[in-house]
């Protein structure tokens, strides 16, 4: 079960069930959500709002009359996965009771659960294909009006016959609200995608772009206007990226309170792009006495 399945599940399990519906349908399922979405370089996730994604097994066990809120597929390589939220007004009890019967008979088994005071998890795979497998939370408000049911499956090679968006047809992203200008987006790139976390005296951004350009063309960019702006620029540490031939540089204001890294390497979809990722993290500035 990959890693970001299962910590969007355990997040949702420790924060869910404020007193409200819509707070929670409108918070803790956009962090469940961006949970499952957060991939390494390379992986293609798209997300679709009152539908199940393409792709999705057509067996999967549902819950009968539950609405779609919103669902995500992922592919990674030849991988496929798949997340998709529902609610429903229908107890929990009723919910999970049905899932427990639904995943528990053929070509369905149930791998193990945990059932608690506001959850119900199950963990299941399919008996006659050991590429599928998945898991079921099935959650509800303190106040019991509403059951929210978070349904993934995984399933290895599931993607080798796809056919890739083409990289011209990509939507240009906005960059994210409060992004420093003094970083700068490299001119007729493509931002793909983008991220932001604020966090106790700090924000952080990470946006991605593909360009068509030389990986190399696009370091020097950086390191020009990242010196214009009078930050001290110097190589990075690109180890730990997924990207293919990646290099990198970080980058500092005096006082540490603007910092960051340019990451670039070969675009895992289409090798003739590069991928840029650009990380920041803008401090906010200490107060005098």
Excluded: C
Excluded at 41 to 58: D, V
Excluded at 127 to 153: P, W, Y
Excluded at 174 to 202: C, R
Aim: aromatic share 6%; net charge negative; glycine share 10%.
């Amino acid at each position: 079960m990959p890693a970001a399945v299962v910590g969007a599940v355990v997040w949702f399990v420790a924060s869910s069930g404020g007193g409200s519906d819509t707070p929670r349908l409108g918070a803790d399922v956009a962090n469940v959500i961006n949970a499952f979405s957060q991939g390494q370089p390379g992986t293609l996730t798209t997300r679709y709002e009152g539908q199940p994604p393409p792709g999705l097994p057509p067996d999967l066990p549902t819950y009968p009359g539950a609405k779609v809120v919103s669902s995500i597929a992922q592919i990674s390589g030849d991988d496929a996965s798949y997340l998709v939220v529902y609610d429903t007004r229908d107890a929990r009890d009723n919910v999970a009771a049905h899932f427990n019967g639904a995943l528990g008979a053929d070509p369905w088994q149930i791998d193990g659960g945990q059932d608690g005071g506001e959850s119900t998890l199950h963990q299941f795979s399919k008996i006659d294909d050991s590429n599928v497998t998945g898991l079921v939370l099935v959650a509800e408000s303190k106040d019991g009006k509403l059951t929210t049911i978070i349904e993934s499956v995984q399933i290895t090679s599931g993607a080798k016959d796809r056919k890739p968006t083409p990289v011209a047809a990509r939507d240009n992203r906005p960059l994210p609200d409060g992004f420093p200008g003094d970083v700068p987006s490299y001119g007729g790139a493509t931002l793909i995608e983008s991220a932001y976390q604020k966090m106790a005296g700090a924000k952080s951004f990470a946006v991605s772009f593909i360009t068509k350009d030389d990986a190399s063309g696009v370091l020097d960019f950086y390191r020009d206007k990242l010196r214009g702006t009078k930050l001290n620029v110097t190589d990075g540490d690109a180890s730990q990226s997924g990207l293919e031939d990646a290099e990198a540089i970080q980058f500092s204001d005096d006082k540490s309170q603007l910092t960051g890294a340019v990451t670039v390497g070969k675009f895992a979809e289409d090798a003739s792009y590069t991928r840029i990722d650009v990380q920041v993290r803008v401090a906010k500035a200490a107060s005098t006495p």
